[in-house]
């Protein structure tokens, strides 16, 4: 019997060697990726909400807290304490433009040689760091002079101190010696506040102690 022409004669099968075809799709994993990140800005704005309401409500609290501490202060208890202020500064200002003569009196008192006298003394205050000194004296002799322009030199109290019209003083016993003196005082000498200072007394701590009759 004769086979039909479209039949084949012989059949060999594919090689099973020759090589597949896969479709990359990464449609999928996008997706997820995608999804997560929408997932975290999602958390994240509601955290930022939420804070920002948690912020808002300590503010409402802490402006209550004010408005108590301010409804509690009394307007005439904070004009006292303003007052009280102004008259700290007035006094301080004062204080520090008042003249007080004890520290120049103090050191005339201690570097005077006993041989030195002042006739006349003026001082003239230009200002509270300013305060000139116009003198006349007589000095037992000129050695006595010299030894007052010593200690004035050392002290430093007294600065650009000038000696001038110095002669024998007349009317007087032998020896004796006339002369007049200017000079500039340091504020320290002649300021309250530091003249205050300089004269303070320490503070001695005081035990209790107990007596027998």
Not at 9 to 28: C, E, I, L, M, R
Not at 136 to 164: P, Q, R
């Amino acid at each position: 019997m004769a086979l039909p022409p479209n039949i084949p004669t012989s059949f060999v099968p594919a090689s099973s060697s020759a090589p597949k075809k896969f479709n990359s799709d990464y449609t999928g994993a996008f997706g997820f990726f995608a999804y997560g990140v929408f997932v975290l800005v999602m958390i994240m704005a509601i955290g930022v909400f939420s804070y920002k309401k948690i912020l808002k409500a300590q503010l409402i609290a802490k402006d209550n807290e004010l408005a108590e501490a301010q409804a509690k202060i009394s307007p005439e208890t904070v004009q006292t304490y303003v007052d009280l202020r102004n008259r700290l500064i007035a006094g301080k200002t004062l204080l520090q433009n008042h003249i007080a003569l004890t520290g120049f009196l103090s050191v005339i008192g201690t570097d005077l040689p006993s041989s030195v006298r002042f006739g006349t003394l003026h001082l003239v205050a230009h200002s509270p760091q300013k305060v000139t000194l116009e003198a006349d004296g007589s000095a037992a002799n000129f050695n006595s002079l010299a030894v007052l322009s010593a200690k004035i030199g050392e002290a430093g109290h007294v600065k650009d101190a000038i000696f001038s019209r110095i002669g024998i003083s007349t009317g007087k016993k032998d020896g004796a010696v006339s002369f007049s003196l200017s000079a500039v005082l340091d504020p320290s000498l002649v300021v309250f506040k530091d003249v205050a200072a300089a004269t303070a007394l320490p503070v001695t701590p005081v035990s209790a102690s107990t007596t027998t009759p």
